[in-house]
């Protein structure tokens, strides 16, 4: 499987604790974004990084979370003394823009479900 | 804000008939459009784009429409099959700045095709 893969598929953990998911994109994509879903709600935007730079944030990412990409290949998304609103679904995406374009096709990974007690 | 959005969140087909998904937006900048389809516990999947420049595109059954007069997006699905439910999302990104590479998703539909 070539595609976008993402690990832990499903977490539970205890209200304090801290949580690292970790996202795998697409062989030679440059571009990778998380994103958070809610149940019942379209995917919202939370960080994204061009090869190792993290080039935007949302004002959905609070101290607590923190997202890396060290070697421009795989990242990694923290979540530091997770509360009971961090439970949803947190999405990877990865593309590759084609030359001159600025905008490009995102493909997303299956996710992994944060569930905090 | 910004925001992109759809008229109806549940549809409701027999399989083999056509199915329309709607979308409003509101960024008028907005420069390119996807459909995503997503299945229980599973992430989104690309079903088709279109460029602001484009009012039309085809792909295998399904067809995206833009008209960026009344900043409107749907996507119509041929022949529908019980395959295709599924909650559908319209998302959007505008031309460079600091949207350049972010999309912002609807609130879905959800998509039930009958046998």
């Known amino acids: 499987d070539t595609g976008v893969s993402q690990n832990p598929r499903h977490k539970i953990t205890k209200r304090g604790q801290n949580v690292t998911f970790r996202c795998d994109p697409i062989?030679?994509?440059?571009?990778l974004y998380w994103y958070r879903q809610t149940l019942g709600q379209g995917p919202e935007f939370l960080t994204y990084f061009q090869n190792e730079a993290q080039l935007e944030k949302s004002r959905l990412l609070s101290d607590r979370f923190s997202a890396e990409r060290p070697k421009g290949s795989f990242s990694t998304l923290e979540i530091q003394r997770t509360e009971q609103g961090d439970s949803a679904m947190y999405l990877c995406a990865s593309s590759s823009p084609f030359f001159g374009r600025t905008t490009d096709t995102q493909y997303f990974g299956p996710g992994t479900r944060l569930t905090v007690l | 804000g910004e925001s992109v959005g759809l008229h109806l969140p549940t549809l409701s087909v027999q399989e083999g008939d056509n199915s329309i998904i709607n979308c409003a937006y509101s960024?008028?900048?907005?420069?390119?459009f996807i459909w995503y389809k997503q299945e229980s516990g599973k992430g989104p999947q690309f079903i088709i784009d279109i460029r602001s420049n484009m009012d039309k595109r085809q792909g295998q059954r399904v067809t995206v429409l833009l008209n960026k007069t009344v900043k409107h997006l749907s996507l119509q699905i041929a022949a529908t099959q019980p395959g295709d439910s599924a909650v559908y999302f319209c998302?959007?990104?505008?031309?460079?700045?600091?949207?350049?590479?972010?999309?912002?998703f609807g609130q879905g539909t959800i998509l039930t095709v009958h046998p």
């Open positions: 062989s030679e994509h440059n571009r």
């Open positions: 960024n008028s900048a907005s420069d390119y």
């Open positions: 998302a959007e990104t505008g031309a460079g700045g600091t949207s350049y590479g972010k999309l912002t």
